[in-house]
């Protein structure tokens, strides 16, 4: 069982960890495809999952072929996803509010480090609802390297102080996992879908079903 006390900081990654983004990006890559006669299965858009959107754009040409427009394809997922998430909002995952609980009672630094743009992060916490909940948040942009890479959890650990193999970072995408165990922290999957590579689950070192359940682990732990 893991420790509260084992770890000197929290690192949350953000799309599909604390907020339910994916979902949203999904209908809005799905939309955009549609009009421009492509359809994008479910599958293929999750396979995006932890990607930095560069990275995105070379699935999609791989997919897609060289013709597709790359340009057309973002300005009408933009106005899709932005359609979309002004009506339904961002809905936040589960547990999170009572992990952050935890965190500052006991008195735990955290950050956010995401592989999004900076932009897009901030947007996405601002329709949240939760833009002033994280001091310290780090995206792409802060990076040389995007996840997989190790970069960003390495530079959040410089940032709050701590030794990275005392963090304990969340991710829910292979590609977030990989940086985190790369750079030497304790990686913690919480899927953010159903199907889950085996590859992910074995190179995590522990796996939980959502935020609240690692809440109760860390609880546990404190008794």
Same mark, same amino acid.
């Given at each position: 069982?893991?420790?509260?006390?084992?770890?000197?900081?929290?690192?949350?990654?953000?799309?599909?960890?604390?907020?339910?983004?994916?979902?949203?990006?999904?209908?809005?890559?799905?939309?955009?495809a549609k009009s421009m006669g492509y359809e994008f299965t479910t599958e293929f858009c999750l396979s995006f999952s932890g990607l930095h959107y560069a990275d995105v754009e070379l699935k999609l040409i791989d997919y897609c072929g060289t013709d597709f427009n790359l340009q057309?394809?973002?300005?009408?997922?933009?106005?899709?996803?932005?359609? +979309?998430?002004?009506?339904?909002? &961002?809905?936040?995952?589960?547990?999170?509010?009572d992990l952050l609980k935890l965190l500052i009672k006991h008195n735990i630094p955290h950050c956010l480090a995401t592989n999004s743009g900076s932009?897009?992060?901030?947007?996405?916490?601002?329709?949240?609802? &939760?833009?002033?909940?994280f001091s310290l948040i780090l995206t792409r942009d802060d990076v040389q390297n995007g996840k997989p890479e190790p970069d960003i959890f390495i530079k959040s650990a410089e940032l709050l102080k701590v030794d990275i193999s005392k963090c304990l970072v969340l991710e829910?995408? +292979? /590609?977030? &996992?990989?940086?985190?165990?790369?750079?030497?922290?304790?990686?913690?999957?919480?899927?953010?879908?159903? /199907?889950?590579?085996?590859?992910?689950?074995?190179?995590?070192?522990?796996?939980?079903t959502d935020l609240t359940q690692l809440t109760d682990v860390l609880l546990q732990s404190l008794n």
């Open positions: 069982m893991i420790k509260l006390t084992d770890f000197s900081a929290v690192i949350f990654d953000m799309d599909g960890l604390v907020l339910d983004t994916e979902s949203t990006y999904c209908i809005a890559w799905q939309k955009a057309t394809f973002n300005s009408l997922s933009g106005d899709c996803w932005r359609n +979309h998430v002004y009506v339904h909002g &961002i809905t936040i995952k589960s547990g999170f509010f932009k897009n992060a901030l947007e996405c916490l601002e329709l949240a609802g &939760i833009k002033e909940v829910d995408s +292979h /590609a977030g &996992i990989v940086a985190a165990t790369n750079a030497g922290a304790f990686a913690v999957l919480i899927p953010s879908t159903e /199907a889950v590579d085996q590859a992910t689950v074995n190179l995590c070192d522990l796996m939980v």
